[in-house]
């Protein structure tokens, strides 16, 4: 198939399509919720709270009226989802019998084996205890020594990271957000309890991270494929296996605008490509109230659609999570996120929540260009999206004061005041 050049805009609109975010929210409700991460495949998540988790802020915008307790009650009640990886993420159940091959060959990665040839002793106990009296946490248990080189001060906090890494335990629920384990068996469906063959995990994995992503170069397919499946590969055998899902129609290739070398999508996904080049929003993306358009969404800083350098090849729009940055070294916020505003990146914010007064401070914004905030549109959009996200956390009042152009300020700072 001789590859087609498409625009970065229909490409941009295609990525955040996949991912619930264009139009806007077109899933609703714990059904909706569901249903959202199961077509998007993963979201990632991270402990920091300095405004909400990262994967509740991905979530939020995503699915309309989303709470977190319906999020913990999908994944930990129906047992829907389990959260795993080095990296850590959501996956929807029905994929654990794929990752358990990943999970079984963690076990011979270097360190790992060491470690179990070393504390042999001490991983029987730690999954004895849990087979006997889980679900247990790190605070369960006492330990019997530091660990250095290793997670954790206390050598069970290792051993049951390395239980659960290789898949003897499993996250049953979470205090806070420490993790309590229990044995597989009981929180695994038997349905899912089992281990894909290894030919059924190359064939899942190609193609999951294509949807997950939407369009891939063959470097970054490569990539994501070796770390599913802890094998080394270089780009030659990424072309060969690219070439292969190509021929047996399950991917195709592409080119896009502005950037170099092949990329792939899911043959499965041209038609809704076709239709977003030709200016129509695919029928079952059917948004639920108002576009991006007309109100804002913030993203999470982990978000697909813009991190990990993705936000300058698709944006055009610099932007670095800059947490573990020294404060002088920052060149925008601690907890900064960028605002999606229709199918642009325009302006990133920096907020906390201060959970004893129930009050979002806006400690910086930053626009794109200037010109936008100068433009009642987005300044409308900004106002409904910081009033639905001021109302998801909580908030009864918004602080803005650090704010330069004092219309949007003023503008922050009375969103909670009024309804439209």
Not at 378 to 406: K, Y
């Amino acid at each position: 198939m001789k590859p087609r050049t498409l625009t970065n805009e229909t490409i941009r609109h295609f990525v955040l399509g996949r991912q619930g975010l264009w139009p806007v929210r077109r899933w609703s409700g714990p059904a909706g919720l569901d249903t959202a991460l199961h077509e998007i495949g993963s979201v990632q998540m991270d402990p920091l709270n300095e405004v909400a988790r990262a994967h509740h802020i991905a979530l939020w915008g995503r699915v309309d009226a989303y709470a977190p307790a319906d999020l913990e009650a999908l994944m930990y009640g129906q047992r829907r989802f389990f959260d795993y990886g080095g990296v850590l993420r959501i996956r929807p159940m029905a994929h654990l019998p794929y990752w358990r091959l990943h999970m079984a060959r963690r076990r011979d990665e270097p360190r790992w084996a060491a470690f179990r040839a070393e504390n042999g002793p001490l991983l029987r106990d730690v999954l004895r205890e849990v087979e006997t009296g889980g679900p247990l946490g790190n605070r369960d248990f006492t330990g019997t020594g530091p660990v250095t080189n290793y997670r954790g001060g206390k050598d069970t906090t290792v051993a049951l990271y390395y239980l659960w890494l290789t898949g003897e335990l499993m996250i049953d629920h979470r205090r806070g957000f420490d993790r309590v384990y229990d044995v597989r068996h009981r929180v695994a469906p038997p349905e899912h309890n089992r281990i894909s063959t290894v030919r059924d995990a190359e064939r899942f994995f190609a193609r999951s991270v294509l949807a997950h992503h939407g369009v891939m170069s063959e470097r970054a397919w490569k990539n994501a494929v070796a770390g599913a499946l802890l094998e080394r590969m270089d780009l030659a055998e990424a072309r060969r296996r690219l070439a292969g899902m190509e021929a047996e129609g399950f991917a195709a290739p592409v080119r896009v605008e502005g950037q170099r070398g092949l990329h792939y999508v899911l043959t499965d996904d041209l038609p809704t490509i076709e239709d977003i080049a030709t200016g129509t929003v695919p029928a079952a993306w059917t948004p639920v109230g108002v576009t991006t358009d007309d109100e804002v969404v913030f993203l999470s800083p982990l978000d697909i659609v813009s991190a990990s350098g993705r936000a300058a090849a698709l944006f055009d729009f610099e932007y670095l999570w800059e947490v573990y940055k020294p404060a002088h070294k920052r060149r925008w916020g601690y907890y900064t996120l960028p605002i999606l505003w229709g199918d642009r990146l325009v302006a990133r914010i920096d907020s906390k929540l201060d959970r004893e007064r129930n009050v979002l401070r806006i400690e910086g914004f930053w626009l794109e260009d200037d010109a936008t905030g100068n433009d009642p549109a987005f300044i409308a959009a900004l106002s409904r999206g910081l009033r639905r996200f001021a109302r998801f956390l909580g908030a009864v009042e918004v602080e803005a004061d650090t704010v330069g152009p004092s219309g949007i300020r003023r503008e922050l700072e009375r969103v909670v005041e009024r309804e439209d």
